[in-house]
T-cell receptor
Framework: NAGVTQTPKFQVLKTGQSMTLQCAQD?????MYWYRQDPGMGLRLIYY???????DKGEVPNGYNVSRLNKREFSLRLESAAPSQTSVYFC?????????????????FGEGSRLTVL | AQSVTQPDIHITVSEGASLELRCNYS??????LFWYVQSPGQGLQLLLK??????LVQGIKGFEAEFKRSQSSFNLRKPSVHWSDAAEYFC????????????FGTGTSLTVIP
């Protein structure tokens, strides 16, 4: 019973390098999310996808792009990494629920990806 | 704009003592309300949630929370804390109108001393 799987778990980048964080869920959830967690800041929403084929910006989208590849997968890309993007990134999914409809579930989280940008 | 405030950054309690973690939210209507727990190096796990109905909700691990509309609060309580409860606790709100956005507080770190 995998739930939400994120890869990689750890990554070190140099400033200006690019990378993609991968996320997959096997719960047939419609909605998926990317959060970043920083000390004293809690979790902040980067992007979310209410359903397959749609993505929307969250609180802190600058410097990131996302792709909802299919219902299972939601990737987060850093095109040109900056030290300010050093953080722990969490992918989450939720369901059931239709895009734009009232939410009725909870968030299920992956174990996190620790990214360091030098 | 919606916001979630957890005024206590860090709390220390003795094992067996009672616990209350505070959460206040700012939102134009009654949101969905959640408490999550995060153990070191782990993702977040749902403790309990409030959608509607009875304002006192029970969760896992002996936790409960009470929704008080007049105070815009959703405080988490436990009558007797165990050493294994040491973790980071996050309050979160979900927007009913669009249904698919969740906002988290900054968290409260709980230390339990023997």
């Amino acid at each position: 019973n995998a739930g939400v799987t994120q890869t990689p778990k750890f990554q070190v980048l140099k400033t200006g390098q690019s990378m993609t964080l991968q996320c997959a869920q096997d719960m047939n959830h419609n909605s998926m999310y990317w959060y970043r967690q920083d000390p004293g800041m809690g979790l902040r929403l980067i992007y979310y996808s209410a359903s397959e084929g749609t993505t929307d910006k969250g609180e802190v989208p600058n410097g990131y792009n996302v792709s909802r590849l299919n219902k299972r997968e939601f990737s987060l890309r850093l095109e040109s990494a900056a030290p300010s993007q050093t953080s722990v990134y969490f992918c989450a999914s939720s369901g059931p629920g239709l895009a734009g409809g009232p939410y009725t579930g909870e968030l299920f989280f992956g174990e996190g990806s620790r990214l360091t940008v030098l | 704009a919606q916001s979630v405030t957890q005024p206590d950054i860090h709390i220390t309690v003795s094992e067996g003592a009672s616990l209350e973690l505070r959460c206040n939210y700012s939102y134009g209507a009654t949101p969905y309300l959640f408490w999550y727990v995060q153990s070191p190096g782990q993702g977040l796990q749902l403790l309990l949630k409030y959608f509607s109905g009875d304002t006192l909700v029970q969760g896992i691990k002996g936790f409960e929370a009470e929704f008080k509309r007049s105070q815009s609060s959703f405080n988490l309580r436990k009558p007797s804390v165990h050493w294994s409860d040491a973790a980071e606790y996050f309050c979160a709100v979900g927007k009913r109108s669009t249904g698919n956005q969740f906002y988290f507080g900054t968290g409260t770190s709980l230390t339990v001393i023997p």
